[in-house]
């Protein structure tokens, strides 16, 4: 079983810049391909960006390239999200995900492909 928890999120305004951290613990001895992923009020959880294993694959949403950046620091079991240029669509209950990678470049893009996730960290962006 792995655990995360993300922190981080708070109210900014928009063009401001966030920076999001998702720490596991539990079983962090196997490689984890990580995910973030989001929900704003009244629609479904979508998906932000991918993180590989090794951090040297990456993969985003068209809504948040070149804008968002994920990163990772393996030696520490935590990732990151670098959200800059904020927008108030950014809004959102921001949540990490884990799931076991199949190889070091492994990147996952649907929940499904995720067992673990945090409980979400609240974004908001005021225009």
């Known amino acids: 079983q792995v655990q995360l928890v993300e922190s981080g999120g708070g109210l900014v305004q928009a063009g401001d810049s966030l920076k999001l951290s998702c720490a596991a613990s539990?079983?962090?001895?196997?490689?984890?391909?990580m995910g973030w992923f989001r929900q704003a009020p009244g629609k479904g959880r979508e998906f932000v960006a991918a993180?590989?294993?090794?951090?040297?694959?990456?993969y985003y949403a068209d809504s948040v390239k070149g804008r968002f950046t994920a990163s990772r620091d393996n030696a520490k079991n935590t990732v990151y999200l670098q959200m800059n240029r904020l927008k108030p669509e950014d809004t959102a209950v921001y949540y990490c995900?884990?799931?076991?990678?199949?190889?070091?470049?492994?990147?996952?893009?649907?929940?499904?492909?995720?067992?673990?996730w945090g409980q979400g960290t609240q974004v908001t962006v005021s225009s």
């Open positions: 539990g079983r962090t001895g196997s490689s984890y391909a």
């Open positions: 993180i590989s294993w090794s951090g040297r694959s990456t």
């Open positions: 995900a884990a799931a076991r990678a199949a190889y070091s470049e492994a990147l996952y893009y649907t929940e499904r492909q995720y067992p673990y």
